[in-house]
């Protein structure tokens, strides 16, 4: 799926990346590292912005499609960085996958203070006109299935760190999508891609036919942000 999600997914609202450089303080010459980079869709972002982008991300797959920056194999718990290596990390649509109690304080580690961390994610569900219920049903099983396996909220990991009390501002927009593309943006989301494809064709090819369009979609981005506290000392 990794093509597919580097192609299919919103891109990210530029007044969310403004901000974010405004509120970390982060001027051009900066280094900054893009966690969890996925395909690299914020990566070639974020390299327009900024001197050094350093690009972390576990999946082979995914990691291949980066084609901007400097590239790196590893995860948020492990960081392949030195000690306060960077300015700044940012971690789109990613942070809800690390183990987020060993994943602070690695990050904490590769700042340089007052570094920060600029968490983005956004939500883009619901469709205006609404999906019919039976195909509401039938998108909506997957993900009861993996609800099981989803971590605690991230949030709850940043008490007692070394960073101050999180910020957040949220950010809205819509683009217009046909039915097929719809389908193939659902086929990123983490339940939906977990399926075999044969499970996920019989799945399409059953709702489909009930889809019409084009639809409105709502986006919904969140940006989350934090910086190390004054003095705080480098986590062992």
């Not at 700044?88 to 990613?94: G, K, L, T």
Request: glycine share 6%.
């Amino acid at each position: 799926m990794a093509a597919t999600y580097d192609s299919v997914r919103p891109a990210y609202f530029q007044p969310l990346l403004d901000r974010a450089q405004e509120i970390l303080g982060l001027t051009p010459d900066a280094t900054v590292l893009d966690l969890g980079a996925g395909t690299g869709r914020l990566t070639r972002e974020l390299v327009v912005r900024f001197a050094r982008v350093i690009a972390v991300e576990p999946d082979d797959d995914m990691r291949a499609l980066i084609d901007v920056g400097d590239v790196v194999a590893g995860t948020a718990e492990q960081i392949p960085l030195a000690d306060r290596s960077v300015d700044a990390v940012f971690a789109s649509e990613a942070f809800h996958w690390f183990d987020a109690p060993r994943a602070v304080p690695e990050i904490a580690r590769v700042l340089r203070p007052p570094g920060g961390l600029a968490v983005v994610s956004t939500h883009w569900w619901e469709t205006e006109p609404a999906l019919p219920g039976a195909v509401q049903e039938l998108l909506r099983e997957p993900f009861e299935r993996t609800l099981g396996e989803r971590r605690p909220p991230w949030e709850d990991a940043f008490g007692g760190s070394p960073f101050e009390p999180l910020g957040r501002e949220r950010f809205e927009e819509a683009i217009t999508v046909d039915a097929d593309l719809l389908l193939a943006m659902y086929s990123t989301t983490s339940a939906l891609a977990a399926l075999s494809d044969d499970e996920r064709a019989r799945l399409f090819g059953t709702i489909r036919p009930q889809l019409e369009g084009p639809y409105r979609l709502p986006i919904k981005h969140t940006l989350s942000w934090t910086r190390l506290q004054d003095g705080a000392a480098l986590p062992r």
